[in-house]
């Protein structure tokens, strides 16, 4: 659940932020028993753009952002 709330505020940032910005999400540490292999994802350029590619994980994402009224 961590790495899916990560790689959903990286992807509202990346996609609200101009590309001049460089974008990194980190879970602070202490506050997660598997903090170091979720940074470890989030961090990785190929990691992010590979779990962007799987059609069910963004669809999840994009329910995530969505904003319901």
């Known amino acids: 659940m ?13 996609r609200s932020l101009p590309e001049r910005f460089k974008v990194d999400v980190h879970i602070t540490p202490g506050t997660h028993a598997s903090e170091h292999a979720v940074n470890k ?20 994402v994009n329910q995530c952002l969505s904003v319901r009224s």
């Open 2 to 14: 961590a790495t899916l709330i990560g790689l959903s505020i990286k992807v509202k940032l990346l």
């Open 41 to 60: 994802q989030l961090a990785d350029k190929e990691r992010v753009a590979a779990a962007l590619e799987n059609s069910h994980l963004l669809e999840v």
